[in-house]
């Protein structure tokens, strides 16, 4: 049988920074995108990647 090297898929959510794809203990919700059928999709950054990227906190959004 031969191997696959597929990265794990992580789910989305405060320990995941999706800008780094990796864990993170600070991250916070930054977009949350509606989709007209399905479930929508939420993107999570932690402080290092928002700093670098001057991305603002959903709840910080006007």
């Known amino acids: 049988m031969q191997e696959t ?3 794990a898929t992580a789910p989305a959510g405060p320990g995941w920074c999706d ?3 990796g864990p993170s203990g600070t991250a916070v919700l930054i977009q949350a ?4 059928s399905g479930p929508g999709l939420t993107r999570y ?3 290092p990647c928002r700093e670098q990227r001057r991305l603002v906190p959903y709840s910080e959004q006007p």
């Open 45 to 47: 950054a932690c402080a």
């Open 19 to 21: 800008w780094h794809e």
């Open 33 to 36: 995108i509606e989709q007209g």
């Open 5 to 7: 090297t597929h990265p």
